[in-house]
Structure formats: C-alpha cells, structure tokens
C-alpha cells in the first residue's frame, strides 16, 4: 500500500535519526526538493521504478544525481535503503509523512489559508496569530489566493477545515433553500 504504514514506518526511522542530529528541518528541506525533483522528472521515475533496470544500475545513476544536488549523506544513504527494498515509488508519501513527524516532534502544526484575493499584511499577521493561539503551538502558514472563493477565505490546519469562503456560504444556502 503506497503512503501507508510503511511510509509512515520508514518517515518514523529517518525522523528519529535526523532528530538526534538536531536536522529535522534541514533533512525534511532536502527530502521535498528530491521529492519535487523526483515527481516532476519522468526520467528519474522510469530509472527508479522500471525493474528493468538492476539495483546496481539504479543506485550509480542516483548517486550521480544525489552527488550534484549537495544533499547529506543521511538522505543518500536512505535514498539507497528505499532502493535496495523496492520502496522508492513511496518516496512521496514518505517525504510527506516525515513532515508530519517533523512537525510533531517539533511542535507546529501547518496549515493552508485559501482566500479570493491578497490579503493585507497586517490582516494575515492577525490570523497567523489567531491559528497560533487556537492551536497552542508555532503555526508555519501557506497563503493561497484561490479565485474561485469569489470572496472569504477558508483555512484547512491539520484535519480541521474552517471554512469562512462566500462559495461556501451560497452552497449552504441552496442546500437550505433546495430543502425545505
């Protein structure tokens, strides 16, 4: 099951060892730019993922790959695990999962702010504060401007949606009026 357990199992090792060299952020920034170079490179996938291709073959192409990005040798050489167990197609999942683990060991929570248009500085300032104190922990926030609110803003942090959009609010509307 791809982004299952295991991933979770394989975010938790690394975690726990990137943890102990006081690298959480720093392991889980090199871990997105090779999940973002990995997804976005349909050669790399072919090389990693097609069995065609021996172990041995695949571990000197990643090697010159991973040698020109600057990444440490604790990411390499976990790179080189996954390989080595046929789990490379989870590198995804388990790059997002090492953030959750990250952010947890850490104590922050993320969360995305949808609104329709910019919104001032000092506004978001407020709600950052806001999020902080209704979560009791740092909060690292990701400001989207999504057209499609038509107006409002919706706040997704953790599992909790917050929904304060004006797409929201007509849909509730006509789900009243449709209803009665």
Known sequence: MVGGESARRYARALADIAERQNSLDAIGE???????????????QVLLKN?????DKQLEMLGQVLESSGVTDLVKNFIRVLIENDRINEF?????????????????VRAELRSAIELDPEVLKKIHEKLAEVAGCEVLLNVVTDKELIGGVSCKMGSVIMDGSL????????????HK
């Open 51 to 55: 069995p065609k291709f021996a172990k």
């Open 92 to 108: 995804p999942a388990i790059s997002s999962k090492y953030q959750e683990i990250s952010d947890e060991k850490i104590g922050r």
């Open 167 to 178: 797409k929201s609010q007509l849909r509730n509307l006509r789900q009243e009026l449709t």
């Open 30 to 44: 090199e871990l997105s730019v090779f999940s973002k170079a990995f997804e976005g490179s349909k050669e790399l």
